[in-house]
């Protein structure tokens, strides 16, 4: 059985940093694209940051370009997402996603979701 399983949510202040896990069990993600998303309350899942598992391309939503920083622990089948300068409009359950094509993946059509994390920002 695939599962994505993130941890590292919490409640953080406006400007500091937080370090979401996204470990993956039951298959080897090496020909896959692994991407965070984000869904606020009232708003649609949206597109955070995308790998692809060899490290070699990221990709990140222009709302946290600069601040969030996407890579990958092959030996621990693990998919990290940094996020420093955290803003209050970054509040939001963040999900980690797995898929063979980037584009569907890109696209939050993904085959694996994880369960969703929750981060919380305040002032």
């Known amino acids: 059985q695939v599962q994505l399983v993130e941890t590292g949510g919490g409640w953080v202040q406006a400007g500091g940093s937080l370090r979401l896990s996204c470990a993956g069990s039951?298959?080897?993600?090496?020909?896959?694209?692994m991407g965070w998303f984000r869904e606020a309350p009232g708003k649609e899942r949206e597109f955070v940051a995308s790998?692809?598992?060899?490290?070699?391309?990221?990709y990140y939503a222009d709302s946290v370009k600069g601040r969030f920083t996407i890579s990958t622990d092959n030996a621990k089948n693990t998919v990290y997402l940094q996020m420093n300068s955290l803003k209050l409009e970054d509040t939001a359950v963040y999900y980690c996603?797995?898929?063979?094509?980037?584009?569907?993946?890109?696209?939050?059509?993904?085959?694996?979701w994880g369960q969703g994390t929750r981060v919380t920002v305040s002032q």
């Open positions: 790998i692809f598992w060899t490290g070699a391309r990221t």
């Open positions: 039951g298959r080897t993600f090496s020909s896959y694209a």
């Open positions: 996603a797995a898929d063979r094509s980037h584009s569907v993946l890109r696209l939050g059509h993904s085959h694996y």
